[in-house]
C-alpha cells in the first residue's frame, strides 16, 4: 500500500461486522482522514446495520473518523441516550466533527448542522426539493470529500457539496417506478 497518493477517504454502507474489521485495519494501516456516512438504514426502510454492526463503528472506526455525517434519525439511533445531544456530548467516540443532515426534519426545509469538538459550529438552511431520491447522503458525502481533497476548509467544502447535491437532485433522473436517481456530474 505505500504507492497509494490521497489524503482522504469516505466510509459509507458497511454491511457486516467482518467488512467493518477489514475497513478498520485498512484505516489503520493508512491513516489518512476519513469521513464517514454512517448509513444505518436505507432511505425506503430496511435495516443496513444490526446493533453489534453500529456497536463496532461507534467504538472503532469513529475514533478514527475526520468527520462523520449521520442524518437525524442515524444520529440519534448512534447516540446513547436517543438524542442528538448524547451523540454530540459522547466523550467516548472521540470525534472531532459531526455534520448532522437534516437536523429539522420540515417538508419544505433542510437544516443540516455542523459540530466542532462538541459545538454548534454552522448551520445551513435551505429549500427541500419535492420527490424521492436515492443516494442523497451518499453524494453530499462524497462531494464534502471531494472538496476537501482539493484543499478547501471543512465549511467550505460542506456548502459547496450542498449545492453540488442540490443540483444533483435537480437534474436527477427515474428509472422504473422506484425513488429518483442523482445526476452526479459537475457542470
Not at 505505500?2 to 459509507?12: A, E
Not at 426502510?45 to 463503528?57: D, P, V, Y
Request: net charge positive; glycine share 6%.
Amino acid at each position: 500500500m505505500s504507492d497509494i497518493n490521497f489524503d482522504l477517504i469516505k466510509v459509507g454502507a458497511i454491511g457486516s461486522e467482518k467488512i467493518a474489521d477489514e475497513i478498520i485495519e485498512i484505516l489503520k494501516i493508512l491513516n489518512k482522514k476519513v469521513i464517514i456516512d454512517p448509513i444505518i438504514s436505507a432511505s425506503m426502510g430496511g435495516e443496513i446495520a444490526n446493533l453489534e454492526l453500529i456497536k463496532k463503528i461507534k467504538e472503532e472506526i469513529f475514533p478514527l473518523s475526520y468527520l462523520i455525517t449521520p442524518n437525524f434519525s442515524e444520529a440519534k439511533i448512534l447516540s446513547e441516550d436517543s438524542t442528538l445531544n448524547g451523540l454530540i456530548s459522547n466523550e467516548n467516540m472521540n470525534i472531532t466533527n459531526i455534520l448532522v443532515k437534516d437536523y429539522k426534519p420540515i417538508k419544505n426545509k433542510i437544516t443540516n448542522q455542523l459540530y466542532t469538538s462538541k459545538k454548534l459550529v454552522e448551520e445551513w438552511t435551505f429549500d427541500r426539493i419535492p420527490g424521492n431520491y436515492h443516494g442523497t447522503g451518499c453524494t453530499l458525502s462524497s462531494a464534502i470529500t471531494g472538496f476537501l481533497s482539493q484543499g478547501y476548509a471543512l465549511k467550505d467544502s460542506i456548502k459547496l457539496a450542498q449545492g453540488f447535491t442540490s443540483e444533483s437532485i435537480k437534474n436527477s433522473f427515474t428509472i422504473g417506478k422506484g425513488q429518483k436517481i442523482l445526476e452526479r456530474i459537475r457542470k
